[in-house]
């Protein structure tokens, strides 16, 4: 009988000791996965919508890094203002935020939405060059609207390895950590 009791006591200790690291494991994999994030403010609440969807402009046409090197990366004010210097701004919020930017000689400090930790490198070029399209990692970027872009996949290491094994490429730890 007594054994009993400590096999029971011993097991109730141990699920408690337990919940802790799974409690942990669970709240990294649901709760925290980047695509669990609510849409990140911006300091001008940009809508790709408009630019892409109505205006058919291409993602590269913004995101001039993207096929030639690492980062895709952001445009610069003077280039939104190639074609906003012609726009009308004047009691539309999000408009003159960029306008007074540009005029003060500001430049804007977008958040970040998708953003690996340092000791990981991604490499935008290669990526495309072997054929992929933004749309399958970003998901349908051209239909948000404000507030702002979403992450929609997760891009942590297990999905970076699961692509990596279906399509041939490298899995070696050195591809992706320095
Ligand atoms: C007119 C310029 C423009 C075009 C065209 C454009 N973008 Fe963007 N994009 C931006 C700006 C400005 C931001 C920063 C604001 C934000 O994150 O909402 C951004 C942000 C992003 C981000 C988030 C970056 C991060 O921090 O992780 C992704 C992903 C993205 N764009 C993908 C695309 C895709 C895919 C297309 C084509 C369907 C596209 N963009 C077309 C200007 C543009
Ligand atoms: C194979 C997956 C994949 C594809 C395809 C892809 N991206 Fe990305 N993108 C990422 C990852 C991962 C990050 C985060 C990189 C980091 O933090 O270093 C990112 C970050 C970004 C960012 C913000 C940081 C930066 O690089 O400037 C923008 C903007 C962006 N992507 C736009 C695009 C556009 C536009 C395309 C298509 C031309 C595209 N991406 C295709 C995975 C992808
Ligand atoms: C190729 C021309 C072009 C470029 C480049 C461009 N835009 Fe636009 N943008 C437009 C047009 C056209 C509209 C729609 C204007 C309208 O509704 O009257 C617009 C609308 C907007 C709006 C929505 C305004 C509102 O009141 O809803 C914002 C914000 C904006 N652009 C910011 C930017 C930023 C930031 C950049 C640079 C990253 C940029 N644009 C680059 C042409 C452009
Ligand atoms: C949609 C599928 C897919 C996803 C998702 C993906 N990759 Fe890749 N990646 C590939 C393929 C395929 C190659 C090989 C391209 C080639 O050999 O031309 C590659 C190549 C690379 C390279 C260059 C390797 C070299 O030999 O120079 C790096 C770095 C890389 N990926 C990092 C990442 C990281 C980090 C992530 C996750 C954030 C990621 N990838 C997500 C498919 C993917
Ligand atoms: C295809 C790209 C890729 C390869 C190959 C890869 N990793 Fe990663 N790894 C990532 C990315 C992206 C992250 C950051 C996102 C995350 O935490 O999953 C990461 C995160 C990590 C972390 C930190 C995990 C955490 O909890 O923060 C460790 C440790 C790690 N990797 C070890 C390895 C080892 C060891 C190998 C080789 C067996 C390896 N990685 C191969 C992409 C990769």
Not at 48 to 54: D, L, Y
Not at 110 to 115: F, I, M
């Amino acid at each position: 009988m007594q054994r009993y009791f400590r096999l029971v006591l011993f097991a109730a200790v141990m699920l408690v000791v337990l919940a802790i690291p799974v409690a942990a494991v669970l709240a990294r994999t649901y709760f925290l996965a980047p695509t669990a994030q609510p849409v990140k403010a911006q300091p001008i609440q940009f809508p790709h919508q408009v630019h892409v969807q109505a205006m058919g402009l291409d993602c590269t046409f913004c995101h001039r890094g993207a096929t030639t090197s690492a980062q895709a990366t952001i445009p610069a004010l003077e280039f939104c203002m190639n074609c906003h210097k012609v726009i009308p701004w004047q009691g539309r919020p999000e408009l003159e935020k960029l306008v007074q930017a540009f005029e003060s000689g500001q430049t804007i400090q977008w958040n970040k939405v998708h953003q690996l930790p340092d000791h990981a490198h991604f490499v935008h070029s290669v990526h495309l060059n072997f054929g992929f399209q933004c749309a399958d990692c970003h998901g349908d970027v051209g239909s948000m609207g404000k507030p702002g872009v979403k992450q929609v996949r997760d891009l942590r290491m297990g999905d970076c390895l699961t692509c990596h094994q279906q399509n041939g490429a490298r899995t070696d730890c050195s591809v992706c950590h320095y």
